[in-house]
């Protein structure tokens, strides 16, 4: 009898676990995204070129680009999840960033300490586009 609790006991420790790593669908990318990123590599199906001095700056609900050391572009954005994977239907981590001239694109994101990944291929054009994929460097 003492084995069997001791046996529900790890069972039901155990599912805890277990069901406190699910992933939270409700924000992504909600910590570790604010703050100022140097774009070091650019992925897309176009010229080859050097990499642009671009910096994007992410505060709690606001995006700032800078081009050459000019603002080029600012607006706001949300975390969110549902941009499928090319060739699979899992949903993904997505930033929707809103410009403040109106223009609005999705971008699959990946973020670490030190780097994030904007891809923009989310923005319905599947798996072959011209759409870039950025890669920054947490300055």
């Not at 790593?21 to 570790?32: F, I, N, R």
């Amino acid at each position: 009898m003492r084995e069997l609790r001791q046996l529900i006991i790890l069972v039901v420790a155990g599912s805890a676990g277990l069901l406190s790593c699910q992933k939270d669908d409700a924000g992504p990318v909600a910590t570790g995204l604010t703050g100022t990123w140097k774009l070091v590599k650019r992925d897309c199906y176009c010229v080859r070129a050097p990499v642009p001095d671009e910096t994007i700056t992410f505060t709690a609900a606001q995006f700032s680009v800078y081009e050459n050391g000019q603002l080029s572009k600012a607006g706001t954005y949300t975390n969110t999840t549902g941009a499928v994977e090319c060739g699979s239907s899992n949903r993904v981590p997505v930033l929707q960033l809103t410009a403040n001239q109106g223009s609005s694109h999705l971008a699959v994101v990946s973020i670490t300490n030190k780097s994030l990944v904007l891809n923009y291929k989310a923005d319905g054009a599947g798996c072959l586009s011209d759409y870039p994929v950025d890669t920054y460097e947490r300055l």
